[in-house]
T-cell receptor, first 111, second 115 residues
Framework: DTEVTQTPKHLVMGMTNKKSLKCEQH?????MYWYKQKAKKPPELMFV???????INESVPSRFSPECPNSSLLNLHLHALQPEDSALYLC??????????FGSGTRLTVV | AQSVTQLDSQVPVFEEAPVELRCNYS??????LFWYVQYPNQGLQLLLK??????LVKGINGFEAEFNKSQTSFHLRKPSVHISDTAEYFC?????????????FGSGTRLLVRP
């Protein structure tokens, strides 16, 4: 299995909702990432988990809360988002040197 | 911190013509470089990587890139493009912070292949 699987593929949520994005990999990679990508822009790093511990938080607002339950799973909990948070959210995993395998993303729309 | 620059925001080219997408990186003692492709409404797919060794790197879909240390460049090339190569291409460099690596992306180049 050489894939990173993200669910759901699309999500529409209101500003008062709570939702979660899920990511799974079975390649034994030790690092997992959340990126945010706005239209026509490169991905921007949000969080890095290394060996199931949060190692990098790129000053992301607290309405985004990451969680790594085990070495194969990564969640991103969303609460009280703003319309400007609408974007493609990409999960990735890596074994070494940052060479990342990306999932197909979750297209999030906040209404 | 590491950085990469992609000078061309869009590159139009005719089908079966050669193409080069340019990428320059900030100088460093050791550098790990990558090219990713993104098709519409999809995630990023790794095309090729330079970690060490041979400066000419071959990747998937007929793409190759050359690592040039003196010019701090890592340009992506394909001798003959297809319509299906139309996509966004990102150059990326790996940056190490503490014990973790993260990818830093260039602004992207849209390759538009015309019939």
């Amino acid at each position: 299995d050489t894939e990173v699987t993200q669910t759901p593929k699309h999500l529409v949520m209101g500003m008062t909702n709570k939702k979660s994005l899920k990511c799974e990999q079975h390649m034994g990679h030790r690092a997992m990432y959340w990126y945010k990508q706005k239209a026509k822009k490169p991905p921007e790093l949000m969080f890095v988990y290394s060996y199931e511990k949060l190692s990098i938080n790129e000053s992301v607002p607290s309405r985004f809360s990451p969680e790594c339950p085990n070495s194969s799973l990564l969640n991103l909990h969303l609460h009280a988002l703003q319309p400007e948070d609408s974007a493609l959210y990409l999960c990735a995993s890596s074994q070494t040197f940052g060479e990342a395998i990306f999932g197909s993303g979750t297209r999030l729309t906040v209404v | 911190a590491q950085s990469v620059t992609q000078l061309d925001s869009q590159v139009p080219v005719f089908e079966e013509a050669p193409v080069e997408l340019r990428c320059n990186y900030s100088s460093s003692v050791s550098v790990y470089l990558f090219w990713y492709v993104q098709y519409p409404n999809q995630g990023l797919q790794l095309l090729l990587k330079y970690l060490s060794g041979s400066t000419l790197v071959k990747g998937i879909n007929g793409f190759e890139a050359e690592f040039n240390k003196s010019q701090t460049s890592f340009h992506l090339r394909k001798p003959s493009v297809h319509i299906s190569d139309t996509a966004e291409y990102f150059c990326a460099v790996s940056d190490r912070r503490d014990s973790s690596y993260k990818l830093i992306f260039g602004s992207g180049t849209r390759l538009l292949v015309r019939p």
